[in-house]
């Protein structure tokens, strides 16, 4: 059994990794609607469209390429990402087209600055 720890993981954003990740959670849904008919005693679903979402939290480092096009696109572009990566070990990946909708900074006394991003997938989720 292989077992894999986040020690082996990395996002990259087109190209660049994204650096200082403390953790990240890949959200893949199938969304459903209902085809239950009158009588039946048992609920059934036809599956419709699919959608990501990747959350992850980070130490900022404004001197990371990732982190600091994540920034500028976020705030003066149109949040458009060509390939976010989401890697399981250090071959398998998921990958696809995103848009950056969250970037969260956060200054506390004693710690870090840290940050969290979203991004929503804009087309379709490989895994490689």
């Given at each position: 059994?292989?077992?894999?720890?986040?020690?082996?993981?990395k996002i990259k954003i087109?190209?660049?990794?994204?650096?200082?990740v403390n953790n990240g959670?890949?959200?893949?849904?199938?969304?459903?609607?209902?085809?239950?008919?009158?009588?039946?005693?048992?609920?059934?679903?036809?599956?419709?469209?699919?959608?990501?979402?990747?959350?992850?939290?980070?130490?900022?480092?404004?001197?990371?390429?990732?982190?600091?096009?994540?920034?500028?696109?976020?705030?003066?572009?149109?949040?458009?990402?060509?390939?976010?990566?989401?890697y399981e070990d250090a071959?398998?990946?998921?990958?696809?087209?995103?848009?950056?909708?969250?970037?969260?900074?956060?200054?506390?006394?004693?710690?870090?600055?840290?940050?969290?991003?979203?991004?929503?997938?804009?087309?379709?989720?490989?895994?490689?």
């Open positions: 059994m292989a077992i894999l720890t986040g020690t082996v993981g087109d190209g660049n990794d994204l650096g200082e959670a890949l959200a893949i849904v199938i969304d459903s609607a209902e085809t239950t008919e009158l009588g039946d005693t048992w609920k059934t679903f036809m599956p419709l469209g699919k959608s990501w979402t990747l959350n992850a939290s980070l130490l900022y480092d404004p001197t990371n390429p990732a982190q600091l096009a994540l920034r500028t696109e976020f705030i003066t572009g149109d949040g458009d990402l060509a390939a976010v990566y989401m071959i398998d990946y998921f990958l696809g087209p995103g848009v950056i909708t969250g970037f969260n900074k956060t200054k506390a006394i004693n710690a870090p600055d840290a940050v969290a991003i979203t991004i929503v997938g804009n087309g379709a989720l490989t895994h490689s």
